[in-house]
């Protein structure tokens, strides 16, 4: 606790991620020994708590993983859940577009958040076994704070510090000689997709790691791209007024805005969206490959850029709104193949 007072007194503007990491801890140990003050333990069925958060109304749903934020405002509602050994679910609605995969749910806690302006935030956290955030749902202006406190009363656990002893990160598989993919069959099921989803049954079929499977992908399906062109994409989608599918993952979830883009700015190394129901904050210095990638369906060309780490992760993508069964919008096709082409063409000189 000496350590952790210290900190936030030298630097109080840091998040309880980066002072979790500072300090070797994970995040949900670190929040959990607030408990008794502005912490409170959640337990139970985390797939019922989440179908009670309609209870709170409009609501600001987070999802985050090392290099990217994505914030987006909305109500909890139509949440599926499904059974078997993945145990997925998801929440479908035009602002709150979640898939969930509560495997990596494993615990919960209630916490408010006390500021100089705006009044105090009240959130919802979830981690998995390793104690990093899977989803955070906090309050707004906006939001039913007696939903808060009836979700608070009903979950309410023992009130016991969380103690994580092993939270090291799953490491991934090496991926195998590019020699050994039999290239030719994954080419030609790439070539006979007939839907973006599809694509990770694909993956999976072949042993691929997604970068993998770019760097395999069959002629004039995949365009390497400047790291920084989201810039570019996001920009012209705001000048074009064209609607984008913005997806981030965590370990637990996958989070999705479908809809414009208006405000953009630069903060240092951040490049953000900051609209009033939808907030995005990508640290662009972790970006180390983008690509523009063409997958085909039933519906046509789908286009999308994908951005990864330096370790091959996803950071975030990007694709036109669109619905199944709706072709791929006109607007969003043409930017991303301008964007392919003037590659194309800079790596040529």
Known sequence: MRALKKLRTEEPRLRAR????????SEAELLSLGLGENVIRLEGDFKELLKDVKRMGYVMALTRNDHVVHERKGVYDNL???GGAHNMGVAVNPDIDLRLFMNEWVYALAVILHREKGGDLHGLQFFNARGEAVHKIYSTPKSDMQGWAYLVEKYRGAQEPIMITDRSRPVPDPE?????????AFQQDWLDLKDTHQFFGMLRKYGLSRTQALRLAPEGMVTAVDNLSVEFVLNTAAERAIPIMCFVHSAGCIQIHS???KQLKWMG?????L????????DTEAISSAYVVRKPTDDGIVTSLELFDA?????TYFFGARKPGQPELEGWTDTLEELAISSLSASTK
């Open 275 to 282: 609209d009033p129901a939808f907030n995005l904050h990508l």
């Open 259 to 261: 809809g414009p883009v």
């Open 80 to 82: 599926t859940f499904y």
């Open 269 to 273: 190394k951040w490049f953000n969206v």
């Open 176 to 184: 195998q000689p590019d020699s050994e993919v039999d290239e030719s």
């Open 18 to 25: 980066d002072q979790a990491e500072r300090l070797g801890v």
């Open 311 to 315: 370790e091959g992760q996803m950071i």
